[in-house]
């Protein structure tokens, strides 16, 4: 190949990289106190987004959200299932237990004693100022948009 089709070839991949990094990671900001002290308002973390419904890439693997995991939730509203109330359009908690994993203490007013396929478990690390499961129940994975990869610095 001549040296001018390399450049164009290397910036046409660069490119297309550029273009799918900007797909799969996003950058969200906190708001509210329910993931203190790890996250307070304000912090920015960043976002690998994941597809509604669908195990996203994790850098060439296909990952599922695991349990410790820190997501992003999409809110629904009437009539798409659990509605979550007021604020913005998404949530940040912790994926507290995931499909197969068993129902944590306190949360046996579910019926389920493990978490069912498509299912998962969230909650606020602050108990005290976090709306989450223990109010919504079990959350649909659908409503999963993304898994935090890290906190960025201020």
Known sequence: MTPVLL???AS???GGAAMAARRTLRVVEVHGESMEPGLRSGDRVLVRTLRPGRPGPSWGRVRRVRRGD???ISRVGPGEGVALDGGTNLVIKRAAAVAGDPIP???E???ETRVPPGRLLVLGDN?????DSR????????????????????
């Open 109 to 111: 007013a579910l019926g």
């Open 12 to 14: 046409a991949l660069g």
């Open 127 to 131: 108990p005290s100022r976090s709306t």
């Open 7 to 9: 450049v164009l070839l």
């Open 135 to 154: 109010q919504w129940g079990l959350l649909p994975e659908s409503r999963i948009t993304g898994v935090v990869i890290r906190r960025l610095s201020a």
């Open 70 to 72: 820190v997501v992003v």
């Open 105 to 107: 203490p306190g949360f």
